[in-house]
T-cell receptor, first 113, second 114 residues
Framework: GESVGLHLPTLSVQEGDNSIINCAYS??????FIWYKQESGKGPQFIID?????DKRQGQRVTVLLNKTVKHLSLQIAATQPGDSAVYFC????????????FGKGTMLLVSP | EAQVTQNPRYLITVTGKKLTVTCSQN?????MSWYRQDPGLGLRQIYY???????DKGDVPEGYKVSRKEKRNFPLILESPSPNQTSLYFC?????????????FGPGTRLLVL
């Protein structure tokens, strides 16, 4: 499949561990944030989003935390599975999602059985 | 099955030879867009369309054209490709401009311009 980056930061975990992927965003005015997952050879897939009026949002096995003070997002994946192996991107935007998305460069998550 | 399709998936061409990458979605989405993905740079938006006959430039539009004559199709046109357009291209669609959670990406088109 296509490679999305040759020198991405990589997080290696064991199956069953909890994973935390971090992202520093660039624009203090951004008010809407999204995490995407990109598996090898595929397009990005929406995982979870959060608006700037929230600090935390939970989905199924995933939690996103937002710290506006230091412009930091994190994605927590509980009980990581081999199928979670992928590149994870954060994206930020203005105007509650109506403006262009600005994507981070991504982190590769490798899950060992 | 809800999907965004792109063709071709892989393309090798030479500088200056016009090419078109097609994109089609079957979800009746209003909003469609094109991105390019390059190592170390992440995804960058090329063009977007908020509805039929409405298109606008994204962050990196130079060297590209688009059209939106029908709701389902949003082709990307490179009139005179150059080697710096070698990249991985993704088409995406979503229900409406602000509804990011419905955004679907196509499988990607790998373009090499010699």
């Amino acid at each position: 499949g296509e490679s999305v980056g040759l020198h991405l930061p990589t997080l290696s975990v064991q199956e069953g561990d909890n994973s935390i992927i971090n992202c520093a965003y660039s624009n203090s005015a951004s008010d809407y944030f999204i995490w995407y997952k990109q598996e090898s050879g595929k397009g990005p897939q929406f995982i979870i989003d959060i608006r700037s009026n929230m600090d935390k949002r939970q989905g199924q096995r995933v939690t996103v935390l937002l710290n506006k003070t230091v412009k930091h997002l994190s994605l927590q994946i509980a009980a990581t599975q081999p199928g979670d192996s992928a590149v994870y991107f954060c994206a930020e935007t203005l105007n509650s999602g109506y403006s262009t998305l600005t994507f981070g460069k991504g982190t590769m998550l490798l899950v060992s059985p | 099955e809800a999907q965004v399709t792109q063709n071709p998936r892989y393309l090798i061409t030479v500088t200056g030879k016009k090419l078109t990458v097609t994109c089609s979605q079957n979800m009746n989405h209003e909003y469609m867009s094109w991105y390019r993905q390059d190592p170390g740079l992440g995804l960058r938006q090329i063009y977007y369309s908020m509805n039929v006959e409405v298109t606008d430039k994204g962050d990196v539009p130079e060297g590209y054209k688009v059209s939106r004559k029908e709701k389902r199709n949003f082709p990307l046109i490179l009139e005179s490709p150059s080697p710096n357009q070698t990249s991985l291209y993704f088409c995406a669609s979503r229900d409406r401009a602000g509804v990011q959670e419905t955004q679907y990406f196509g499988p990607g088109t790998r373009l090499l311009v010699l």
